[in-house]
T-cell receptor, first 113, second 115 residues
Framework: AQSVAQPEDQVNVAEGNPLTVKCTYS??????LFWYVQYPNRGLQFLLK??????LVKGSYGFEAEFNKSQTSFHLKKPSALVSDSALYFC???????????FGTGTRLTVIP | ETGVTQTPRHLVMGMTNKKSLKCEQH?????MYWYKQSAKKPLELMFV???????ENNSVPSRFSPECPNSSHLFLHLHTLQPEDSALYLC??????????????FGPGTRLLVL
């Protein structure tokens, strides 16, 4: 079975501080991992994905994510948070033998000025 | 924007109404998807179309009826809905439906309220 866990419903961080949004996964076979962001009244926007290769993946808007196979994690990070980063973040996973993309429940990030 | 548009953006309907949601993608993709997004729940995949053929139907009630007339357009026809069907309905597209590395691109969604 495939699943994604985002253990934090809400993350608050001060502007300028580093941010981390956590994601752990469970899949059969090799994992293909994605992060999406959703701003109010908008659809999901693709941020980045891990397919293979370097464990550190860089994406849009200065975000990056680190794939950790032993911990089955794919945490989203940014060195310096902006107020405009405040949004809902979704982690998603697909196993190598699966067609469907499984999403987590989302983490609401609030960056405090 | 992502190249995927959805209309209407907001819809209020009674339980006896019939309405349709429309999705259009301008990315040249061959696969299109309908998802349901409810608060505090993971996105629920409803339907998948590949090259205009339905390849996935995730046990969705028959009051939701999809239609894909061509690879650029996807509809979701709604009839006799229930209040619990109120949600944000998201359309997405990708180059193909197979291939685990494929990225899906989402539209802005239709916020549906069933009274």
């Amino acid at each position: 079975a495939q699943s994604v866990a985002q253990p934090e419903d809400q993350v608050n961080v001060a502007e300028g501080n580093p941010l981390t949004v956590k994601c752990t996964y469970s899949v059969s076979g090799n994992p293909y991992l994605f992060w999406y962001v959703q701003y109010p009244n908008r659809g999901l926007q693709f941020l980045l994905k891990y397919i293979t290769g370097d464990n550190l993946v860089k994406g849009s808007y200065g975000f990056e994510a680190e794939f950790n196979k032993s911990q089955t994690s794919f945490h989203l990070k940014k060195p310096s948070a902006l107020v405009s980063d405040s949004a809902l973040y979704f982690c998603a996973v697909r196993g190598s033998g699966a067609n469907n993309l499984f999403f987590g429940t989302g983490t609401r990030l609030t960056v405090i000025p | 924007e992502t190249g995927v548009t959805q209309t209407p953006r907001h819809l209020v309907m009674g339980m006896t109404n019939k309405k349709s949601l429309k999705c259009e993608q301008h990315l040249g993709h061959n696969a299109m998807y309908w998802y349901k997004q409810s608060a505090k729940k993971p996105l629920e995949l409803m339907f998948v179309y590949s090259l205009e053929e339905r390849v996935e139907n995730n046990s969705v009630p028959s009051r939701f009826s999809p239609e894909c007339p061509n690879s650029s357009h996807l509809f979701l026809h709604l009839h006799t809905l229930q209040p619990e069907d109120s949600a944000l309905y998201l359309c997405a597209s990708s180059r193909t439906s197979g291939g685990p590395q494929e990225t899906q691109y989402f539209g802005p969604g239709t916020r549906l309220l069933v009274l």
